[in-house]
């Protein structure tokens, strides 16, 4: 597809891509400190973190690991932790 300056393009072919496979740390969320606030969700860029009925979660296959739920987290119910713990 060939962009001029200034194009726009249709949204969500992002979903097609995993683009969580390559962070090094994942966000581990502790349900007992959540205070269900939201920040985190309002947060994430990769739209990665949603509130499902019984708690918030983490759709790894999009989360990059950046941290900003973690940093943003005001009962600091999140941590980072390395991949693969």
């Known amino acids: ?13 992002s979903l097609g891509y995993h683009t969580g496979t390559w962070r090094d740390r994942r966000p581990f969320l502790n349900l007992e ?3 269900a606030c939201g920040i985190c969700e309002e947060v994430c860029p990769d739209g990665a973190v949603r509130k ?10 999009f989360c990059k ?18 991949e693969g713990k």
Request: glycine content about 12%; proline content about 5%.
């Open 65 to 82: 690991g950046c941290g900003l739920c973690a940093k943003e987290c005001p009962a600091k119910a999140i941590e980072l932790v390395p």
């Open 52 to 61: 499902t009925q019984e708690a918030y979660q983490v759709d790894y296959l």
């Open 1 to 13: 597809m060939k962009l001029s300056i200034g194009a726009v393009v249709r949204g969500g072919s």
């Open 33 to 35: 400190k959540c205070k």
